[in-house]
């Protein structure tokens, strides 16, 4: 068994971490929706120069994108590794074409595997638990042309 399957089946376990639902499009459309939102506030953040709470904000516009994908395919999340894994299992599966390197970037199940560039996680994680204020505006510019880029490959996946 796969670690995917391995902790795919360890996350349907608890129904506080992810359960398998019907299809639902409503929901899914209500995550793009809250992805748009916060797309929105990240951008007044920054021109707040207040840009630890713009990475912040960006990390969840990017994974209200991944949940409606989750809701369009049967399941609701709580937790966000179980979230990485069901992605990678409907690419794994062809059941959505996403380029596998934007769940990684997000994201991956591998805390060790390129500590050299921090995933969106680890940067929203430092700048939420972490003291330090001085973010690079380039790391909140480059947060939003992924964001934009996860946005319109969502809409594609649920229009599919």
Not at 86 to 110: C, G, H, P, Q, W
Not at 119 to 135: F, Q
Request: charged content about 35%; overall charge neutral; aromatic content about 10%.
């Amino acid at each position: 068994m796969s670690q995917i399957d391995k902790h795919l089946k360890w996350c349907l376990k608890d129904s506080r971490r992810l359960v398998k639902i019907k299809s639902d499009l409503d929901l899914a459309n209500k995550h793009i929706k809250k992805s748009e939102y916060n797309y929105k506030i990240m951008q007044n953040l920054e021109d707040q120069k207040t840009y630890d709470w713009a990475l912040n904000i960006g990390f969840y516009a990017v994974y209200h994108c991944f949940l409606g994908i989750l809701a369009k395919f049967g399941y609701d999340s709580k937790n966000q590794s179980c979230t990485i894994t069901v992605l990678l299992k409907l690419i794994e599966e062809s059941k959505i074409d996403l380029d596998k390197d934007y769940v990684m970037r997000f994201d991956t199940l591998e805390p060790e595997k390129d500590v050299a560039n921090p995933t969106v996680r680890e940067k929203r994680e430092t700048s939420t638990y972490g003291v330090d204020t001085n973010i690079d505006l380039e790391q909140v510019k480059s947060l939003k042309e992924f964001i934009v880029k996860v946005q319109r490959e969502t809409i594609r996946i649920l229009n599919e």
